[in-house]
């Protein structure tokens, strides 16, 4: 009998320490079984996170001893490792071991390290697991544009950071978008909002996308979702000012012209500044100025017509769009006729063009001086009515 109460003893001791339930039952001989339940705490394992996105995450963990009797499981998780825990699921479940569980978690911060733990309880207690860590991904960035330069042959692009990003990845492509992160050029890995894409061909059409990146330690994490836009590479404006003509050099109204040409691919204002001065001294003559289009790689010729009442040597500069030309000649007046017999043929005297004179001479634009003429014509019919009605009276 002492025997099986000895037995009986290291039975109680080695159920207890193992935390399991068991039936004991001594030698069918001695007529005599003992039945016992011993209870302890439950063992719980944190398992790896899956489904991690921008704000949201699923944790897991295993019950690897339930202590006998059923337990509940829950996560804690913070930004900051170690206790206390900011966040803590709800307890739920009803579960023995050997079982895996998991909670979805949200509301969480883009791009942020997230420590966690799983626990579980039953009527004896609450255990925890070991601490892991997970990295949510970043969001896209946003406002992605590519838009040619106009002095240089390259494509600028700006975007906006996304939130919890460190870095934008960008990958270019000819002819189409990039189907993922690795086709096409990786084109920019940095921390900047803008890049200038220098290496392109004029002429040829390319594609951008953009993702976020972002790391903490050995984690690191992609957006899922991008921003993109497409431009075609474009040879710049350059203007050029050549040619000037002098078709008309007899005072008072000259007629000069010159060719303004748009060396580039893109249709361009450019705005045209001329100035007519003595060529000795520098004195000024006249001045003026327009703004018009020039298609791409073609040539306007622009015509002007400086007033001046200057006889000699005068030079004409044009200038507009870090481009200029020049050159000098010699007005000359009217002619007259001869004293007595044959006078030689004689060039009639010069009428200006009224409107191009009038601009010329007052620097007006021509929307503006019709404003003028027309105001200047209701004040005269005013007048001219009101004298009429002061007659009669």
Known sequence: MRTIQFVIGIFICILFFNQSSYFVQANPSDNFQVSMNVQGWATVITNESTGVGETSAILHGFLAGDGGVLCQYAFDYDTVSGEPYAFSTAWAGAIHSPQEFSQGVALLNEGDLYYFRAKAKNVNGTS?????????????????????DFLVTQINLSWTIGSGANKTFIVRKIGS??????????????TSNHYNDGAVVAGTHYYYRAWSYCSEGSLHQFSTNYDEDDCIAMVP????????????????????????????????DITMTWVLERADTGIFLDTGSDTFAVLPHSTVTYTIYPITTYVGSVRITFMGASASAFKVFATSSPPTGGGGGFAPPTKPPVVPPILPTILAVTG??????LLILFAIILILLIIIILWKRRKKK
Not at 177 to 190: F, K, M, S
Not at 364 to 369: A, D, G
């Open 364 to 369: 007006m634009e021509l929307p503006c001086l």
């Open 128 to 148: 925890v697991g070991s601490e892991k860590t997970f990295l949510t991904l970043p969001n896209n960035p946003s406002n992605f544009h590519a838009v040619r």
């Open 177 to 190: 978008y990039p189907a993922n992160r690795l086709d096409g050029v990786i084109l920019y890995n940095g």
């Open 237 to 268: 404006t350059v203007f050029d000012i050549r040619d000037i003509m002098v078709i008309d050099n007899v005072i008072p109204a000259l007629e000069i012209t010159v060719d303004v040409e748009n060396t580039g691919d893109i249709i361009t």
